[in-house]
Nanobody, 119 residues
Framework: QVQLVESGGGSVQAGGSLRLSCEYT?????MAWFRQAPGKEREGVAS???????TYADSVKGRFTISQDQTKNTLYLQMNNLKPEDTAMYYC????????????????WGQGTQVTVSS
């Protein structure tokens, strides 16, 4: 059973930065970050497939960076120049599929970490 545990959320002012972490018990080929704001549908933020170029939602391109440290079994999401519209619960997700995108189905999910950006 794969377990994912997110951390690093918090409250920041617009223009600030946060780095989210997702510790996992088993490294899978496809990993991603999603977010869900109150009253809105969950949306994909960034996906990472081992040995390939990450993909990002248009709304975060140039501001967010997804990365992985395999020595620490941890996935990261560096978020810079945060905006109030980035406020959401952020979730880490994983899949053993050979390929994936932000539209894929991910069977493994963490419990989420809250990010709040004030103007």
């Amino acid at each position: 059973q794969v377990q994912l545990v997110e951390s690093g959320g918090g409250s920041v002012q617009a223009g600030g930065s946060l780095r989210l972490s997702c510790e996992y018990t088993s490294r899978l080929r496809c990993m991603a970050w999603f977010r869900q704001a109150p009253g809105k549908e969950r949306e994909g933020v960034a996906s990472f497939v081992s040995y390939t170029i990450p993909t990002y939602a248009d709304s975060v391109k140039g501001r967010f960076t997804i990365s992985q440290d395999q020595t620490k079994n941890t996935l990261y999401l560096q978020m810079n120049n945060l905006k109030p519209e980035d406020t959401a619960m952020y979730y880490c997700a994983a899949s053993s599929a050979w390929a994936c995108s932000l539209r894929s189905t991910f069977p493994y999910w963490g419990q989420g970490t809250q990010v709040t950006v004030s103007s």
